[in-house]
């Protein structure tokens, strides 16, 4: 399995993007699924994900309210809306076949499939 991760680029504080990832070698039907990010310096943390097999959708603390995970078969979107510089990094999304209890997934180790990453700059 492959993830492909997109739609990064430069925006200014305040604005939005949205991020997409998009397998190869298989489509998302199943397990768990999600985005994490890694500023520079700074160790890979958590973003957002979700259990295919549920409704709900999990959120760091830092992302809440601004951030929103959707998806379909194809493909997985991350809504980021009231961008701030301190959201600049390079995003990835992840994906395993298990379906992560809440714990599991804001630790990397858990999960099996990574995209390469597409980075946000956040600045004015």
């Known amino acids: 399995v492959q993830l492909q991760a997109s739609g990064g680029g430069l925006v200014q504080p305040g604005g939005s993007l949205r991020l997409s990832c998009e397998a190869s070698?298989?489509?998302?039907?199943?397990?768990?699924t999600g985005w994490f990010r890694q500023a520079p310096g700074k160790e890979r943390e958590f973003v957002s994900a979700f259990r295919w097999s549920g409704s709900g959708k999990y959120y760091a603390a830092s992302v809440k309210g601004r951030f929103t995970i959707s998806r379909d078969n194809a493909k997985v979107w991350l809504q980021m809306n009231s961008l701030k510089p301190e959201d600049t990094a390079v995003y990835f999304c992840?994906?395993?076949?298990?379906?992560?209890?809440?714990?599991?997934?804001?630790?990397?180790?858990?999960?099996?499939?990574w995209g390469q990453g597409t980075l946000v700059t956040v600045s004015s």
């Open positions: 070698g298989r489509t998302f039907t199943s397990g768990t």
């Open positions: 992840a994906a395993t076949e298990s379906s992560l209890i809440m714990s599991s997934m804001f630790t990397p180790v858990s999960w099996r499939y």
